[in-house]
């Protein structure tokens, strides 16, 4: 149990278009949904947190208006990011809490985004 | 906020030798700490967790210990094989309101055949 799917697992885009991601659990409900940038051999940064039915809550730096997150159900959190360009390229995970599991997060596969 | 620092950044052992990955955490009110593995351009899987009531948990070839004094926590890997290749990374989940998880740099992990 736990699965959390993502889509697409790669995406190529021109810059100054829009690319939305995908983040569902499958087997579970999730409240709260985790958006995460992965650079090359680098840690997880985390970008975002998405309450289900709220506002997310974006950490110091990430532009909101650039990275707009949508947690419409219990099961899917959707990343868009908006007018992308070349330094957007990076690889993003979601990651989600199970909602009867006070700690446990659970990853996504994650999506590789290149701007060209 | 939560700062977590992680050493070594490689980590190279012989197959069958212990491996061990140390973490120190900032905020003395975190209460959970995971340990994820990343093979890579795959997912962070999560191997094992400690919560901040426990001082060490195993997890047959895998354990982690807590000392909460110190605010550091280890991962231990005991007879490691080629297959626990990876990237290895600690968070800490601070206390108080929210679900965030701060990630430690982590560790890559080499065991040689």
């Known amino acids: 149990g736990a699965v959390v799917s993502q889509h697409p697992s790669w995406v190529i885009c021109k810059s100054g278009t829009s690319v939305k991601i995908e983040c569902r659990s499958l087997?579970?409900?999730?409240?709260?949904m985790f958006w995460y940038r992965q650079f090359p051999k680098q840690s997880l940064m985390l970008m975002a947190t998405?309450?289900?039915?709220?506002?997310?809550?974006?950490e110091q730096g990430v532009e909101k208006d650039k990275f707009l997150i949508n947690h419409a159900s219990l099961t899917l959190s959707t990343l868009t990011v908006t007018s992308a360009h070349p330094e957007d390229s990076s690889f993003y995970i979601c990651?989600?809490?199970?909602?009867?599991?006070?700690?446990?997060?659970?990853f996504g596969p994650g999506t590789r985004l290149t701007v060209t | 906020g939560e700062n977590v620092e992680q050493h070594p950044s490689t980590l190279s052992v012989q197959e069958g030798d212990s491996a061990v990955i140390k973490c120190t955490y900032s905020d003395s009110a975190s209460n959970y700490f995971p340990w994820y593995k990343q093979e890579l351009g795959k997912r962070p899987q999560l191997i094992i967790d400690i919560r901040s009531n426990v001082g060490e948990k195993k997890d047959q070839r895998i354990a982690v210990t807590l000392n909460k004094t110190a605010k550091h926590f280890s991962l231990h890997i005991t007879e490691t094989q080629p297959e626990d290749s990876a990237v290895y990374f600690c968070?800490?989940?601070?206390?108080?309101?929210?679900?965030?998880?701060?990630f430690g740099g982590g560790t890559r992990l080499m065991v040689k055949p």
């Open positions: 998405s309450n289900e039915g709220s506002k997310a809550t974006y």
């Open positions: 087997d579970f409900q999730a409240t709260t």
């Open positions: 968070a800490a989940k601070p206390g108080g309101a929210g679900n965030m998880l701060t």
């Open positions: 990651s989600a809490r199970h909602r009867d599991r006070t700690y446990e997060q659970y």
